[in-house]
């Protein structure tokens, strides 16, 4: 399995920068698909980014893509995900995800299989 533990979010003002960080224990995370997903009250879970095993493919959401970047390291079983230029509408809980099987879309919760616990990010006015 690939348990997945988040950094702690934050307050934020818009136009701020914050770095949410991922860490999977066991020694098979270079073998997962990684993404991060969000939702905010009373919306579904939406996709923010994702990169492939490697880390040389990388797919964002068209409301994140110019200002988040996602990023692995391997040897360190840990993903980023880089928030800039951050609004309010940002604000969520920042759920990172493991996909295991090949094929499929990144973009589809229904292809990741680990989910971490959520950490929440407010971005203020």
């Known amino acids: 399995q690939a348990p997945l533990v988040e950094s702690v979010g934050g307050l934020v003002q818009a136009g701020g920068s914050l770095r949410l960080s991922c860490a999977a224990s066991?020694?098979?995370?270079?073998?997962?698909?990684m993404g991060w997903f969000r939702q905010a009250p009373g919306k579904e879970r939406e996709f923010v980014a994702a990169?492939?095993?490697?880390?040389?493919?990388?797919y964002y959401a068209d409301s994140v893509k110019g200002r988040f970047t996602i990023s692995r390291d391997n040897a360190k079983n840990t993903v980023y995900l880089q928030m800039n230029s951050l609004k309010p509408e940002d604000t969520a809980v920042y759920y990172c995800?493991?996909?295991?099987?090949?094929?499929?879309?990144?973009?589809?919760?229904?292809?990741?299989?680990?989910w971490g616990q959520g950490t929440q990010v407010t971005v203020s006015s």
């Open positions: 995800a493991a996909g295991v099987r090949f094929g499929g879309s990144y973009y589809t919760r229904d292809n990741y299989d680990y």
């Open positions: 066991g020694s098979t995370f270079s073998r997962y698909k």
């Open positions: 990169v492939s095993r490697s880390g040389g493919s990388t």
